[in-house]
């Protein structure tokens, strides 16, 4: 795996997983956490392709997704850019957080955890992940 | 799926060698397809089949719907073996060559290209390494504006730089147009990126084809898909 710097966006391509979802995935995370700034345009297709050493159609289609999701619009003649709206933004956080937070519960079904208990340990839990 | 190439029970010898057997299969329309497979699988006889360079000995292969003829012939770039045409001139004087012998050259593509190849067009192509010479290949091959290229192991044999560089050349036609391209290789990590669609031959037969994505998410990597059927 390596990573790739485009513009403002840092990649790391993984070729045993397809290739746009990865895409999609990093800059759906880039804008969740505010790394990429509202409103922005988005490297061009080729710039992205160059960038990335892929077949410029998986940049389309991981546009197109985007552009789905709402949180990109192509603008005619200018390019791809970042949506301008908080709220989508907020959305998008919102779901990756409960993906999250799914997992976190199935894995602790499967350890046997009931939720009080699980509930409390999170309580415990060091938040800033210092003692790693 | 829109067809680039149909081939239906294509067999070819060389006399009692038998380069492809019975091949049937479908390549689809304006997509960078990867042929993938050991030395001596039938990659590069089935390259010259679809550039119509050579004929089956049975069977039927279409190119955009028709048996390959001149007008076909027209719309396909074909790079197979070194040639060397060009050993005594410049690299400028290459192109100008390859523009009075190859129907629709584009000759300013050519010279953009050669900038983005970071190849001096006053150079003699004899002192030019293998890798730079395959450099200067894509170039008089890509410089066409055609629909199909065919491309027989541009990225063996040659230096890392050169390979990159092959690879963002090939990047940059993608972005500039639809094209159908096909490519031989068995370097395969350094194309991942670029294939949409794989073809996996071994011994004249095709043990494996499919989308490059789709592959990914049933198999991993085309590296690894690669692996696994040749072990």
């Known amino acids: 795996m390596e990573t790739r710097s485009v513009g403002p966006l840092t990649f790391t391509i993984d070729f045993s997983i397809p290739l746009y979802e990865q895409i999609v995935e990093q800059i759906r995370h880039a804008i969740a956490r505010g790394e990429i700034a509202l409103g922005t345009k988005l490297p061009s297709v080729r710039e992205m392709a160059q960038k990335l050493k892929v077949n410029p159609s998986t940049v389309v289609r991981a546009y197109l997704e985007l552009e789905h999701d709402g949180l990109c619009e192509k603008r005619r003649g200018q390019g791809t850019f970042i949506t301008t709206s908080e709220e989508t933004v907020y959305q998008i956080k919102r779901k990756l957080a409960n993906e999250a937070l799914e997992a976190f519960v199935q894995t602790m079904r499967s350890l046997g955890i009931d939720q009080k208990t699980a509930q409390q340990w999170l309580k415990e839990m060091d938040w800033e992940c210092k003692k790693r | 799926m829109q067809k680039a190439v149909e081939l239906r ?141 065919l491309l027989d192991e541009p990225l063996s044999g040659i230096d890392l730089i050169s390979r990159e560089k092959i690879i963002d050349l090939l990047i940059e036609l993608l972005s500039e147009r639809e094209v159908t391209l096909i490519i031989s290789t068995h370097e395969i990590h350094e194309a991942e990126g670029l294939f949409e669609h794989v073809i996996l031959l071994q011994n004249g037969k095709v043990v494996k084809e499919g989308d490059a994505e789709q592959l990914r998410v049933e198999v991993g990597s085309i590296q690894k898909v690669y692996r696994e059927v040749f072990q």
Request: net charge positive.
């Open chain 2, 9 to 149: 029970h294509v067999t070819r010898r060389y006399g009692k060698k038998i380069a492809l057997h019975d091949v049937s299969m479908a390549i689809p329309k304006g997509k960078a397809i990867g042929l993938l497979g050991e030395n001596g699988a039938g990659k590069s006889t089935l390259l010259k089949l679809i550039a119509g360079i050579m004929k089956p000995t049975s069977g039927e292969i279409k190119v955009f719907d028709e048996t390959p003829n001149w007008r076909i012939r027209e719309r396909i770039a074909y790079l197979g073996d070194l040639s060397q045409w060009y050993k005594f001139q410049r690299i400028d004087e290459a192109i100008q060559y390859a523009a009075n012998i190859f129907p629709h050259f584009q000759i300013e593509k050519a010279k953009e290209y050669l900038d983005f190849m970071k190849l001096d067009p006053q150079r003699k192509v004899e002192e030019l390494s293998k890798g730079q010479t395959m450099r200067l290949q894509l170039i008089l091959c890509l410089a066409r504006q055609v629909d199909l290229f």
